[in-house]
């Protein structure tokens, strides 16, 4: 991405049968030609590499015209295989802490609808690393969260987010008074 205009583009906004678009609808293709067994352990593997593209601090990464591609690439492998969507909330989970609060790549997955926030493996490790109020930095990154995905850019309802919602009134009502500064924001 020479452009800097190019790379502040969003993939929506390309002309029709730009190269990356191509890439999205040719991997989907290629994909859906293949045995279902095969499909699987390549859309695994192409999605891990891509998920790691997309955590890593590289220019195409970060750049708003790589995200929205990199998330439509997981997106595609996502409605070929179950798998994907499962693994790509596993990766985050395991991956370190700087990225499991990393509210931009949160709020990127949920828009792609690769993450659900109401995923139960999510809400307990979200729980987890609140510590009941106690770790500020991960109440600070879910409320960043809710906030964006619930007011700033409605992508998901309550009901979606429920569990979450729950873990903060928890964090609310075991702070006796003295709600963590995030809250109280």
């Known amino acids: 991405l020479r452009s800097p205009q190019l790379a502040a583009a969003a993939l929506a906004a390309l002309p029709q049968g730009h190269e990356l678009q191509q890439l999205v609808i040719q991997t989907r293709a290629l994909l859906a030609a293949q045995p279902p067994a095969a499909r699987e352990e390549v859309a695994v593997g192409y ?8 955590l890593d601090t590289s220019k195409f990464g970060r750049c708003p015209l790589g995200v929205d591609w990199l998330l439509a690439m997981l997106g595609a492998l996502g409605e070929l295989s179950r798998k994907v969507s499962k693994d790509v909330v596993g990766w985050l989970l395991f991956a370190d802490a700087d990225r499991r609060l990393n509210r931009d790549l949160t709020v990127a997955l949920v828009s792609g609808k690769l993450l659900s926030l109401n995923a139960p ?3 307990k490790e979200m729980q987890r690393l609140m510590d009941g109020g106690r770790n500020g930095q991960a109440v600070d990154c879910l409320v960043s ?6 007011v700033d850019k409605p992508t998901v309802t309550t009901q979606e987010c429920a569990g ?4 903060l ?13 995030p809250l109280v924001r």
């Open 121 to 123: 493996e999510y809400v």
């Open 169 to 181: 009134s928890h964090v609310l009502q075991v702070s006796r008074g003295k709600p963590p500064e």
């Open 145 to 150: 969260v809710l906030q964006h995905c619930l």
């Open 47 to 54: 999605a891990q590499r891509l998920l790691k593209r997309l």
């Open 164 to 167: 979450l919602l729950d873990a």
